[in-house]
């Protein structure tokens, strides 16, 4: 391998919005890297921003090349979440939903209807009912949701100080806009 190239995200904190950010190769074998892992200098290099709705990015910087927005592309996500109920009562998906997620329980299940709060992006289920005992059960469930995730484009110079083999490093600037206040 030639040309490595890392990014880092750098969004600030902010409590009780949906979803957390992360990047990633585009290693999909229909992938716009074309199941590419391994790159030379002067090849362009696609990754896959994992982000909340309200992301706002402001910059892309890179030590070497230039990387941008580059569209986006919808990922079919399947998580599957184990709950032990009554002590675990709402779980994180793992990408931004972009719609409501189908949520199905697999095996024996629990007898409960669970429900998504696409603010948080959690799943939920029944809080007991006070001054009851609830019978503990572990149920297994299936949620299958797309994601709509921002491709960043990165192209890379055929060489660094005249050597082919070097190094990239990027930070994506952004914040969370709070839509609350608007």
């Not at 992006?121 to 503990?136: A, D, M, N, Q, S």
């Amino acid at each position: 391998m030639a040309v490595k190239a890392t990014f880092q995200i750098d969004i600030g904190k902010k409590e009780d919005l949906t979803g957390e950010a992360s990047i990633e190769l585009d290693a999909r074998e229909d992938g716009l890297n074309a199941g590419k892992k391994e790159f030379r200098g002067g090849d362009t290099i696609y990754f896959l921003l994992h982000r909340p709705p309200n992301l706002v990015i402001a910059d892309i910087i890179t030590s070497e090349g230039e990387a941008m927005e580059y569209g986006e592309v919808m990922l079919n996500v399947t998580d599957v979440l184990v709950f032990d109920y009554p002590t675990e009562l709402s779980q994180r998906l793992s990408r931004t939903p972009y719609g409501y997620p189908s949520m199905r329980w697999t095996g024996k299940g629990l007898p409960y209807s669970p429900s998504f709060d696409d603010k948080k992006g959690e799943v939920y289920l029944p809080v007991p009912v006070p001054l009851t005992k609830p019978k503990r059960g572990i149920g297994v469930l299936k949620c299958e949701y797309t994601e709509l995730a921002t491709v960043i484009k990165l192209t890379t110079p055929r060489t660094v100080d005249d050597n082919p083999i070097y190094s990239i490093h990027g930070v994506i600037a952004g914040h969370i806009e709070d839509k609350s206040a608007i």
